[in-house]
């Protein structure tokens, strides 16, 4: 995993936020660690359908 992260903040519903504290419990994972969990899984299942994301292309 990158060592260069980058802070972010979000903003959940307080439903999401209990849920996702409850799973990142249950995958021992810090509430930082699931939520980043979640989001490679999501861009892994977004290029699984539209292909690679390439990122040179995507840079300021």
């Known amino acids: 995993m990158a060592t260069n992260k ?9 439903k999401v936020h209990a ?10 994972r810090s ?8 989001v490679i899984k999501g861009i892994q299942k977004y290029e699984q359908e ?5 990122i040179n292309t995507h840079e300021k």
């Not at 539209?50 to 390439?54: E, M, R, T, Y």
């Open 19 to 28: 849920k996702l504290r409850i799973v990142a419990e249950e995958e021992v």
């Open 6 to 14: 980058v802070a972010l903040q979000v903003r959940l519903d307080e």
């Open 50 to 54: 539209n292909g690679i994301i390439s």
């Open 31 to 38: 509430l930082n660690s699931q939520i980043e969990y979640f």
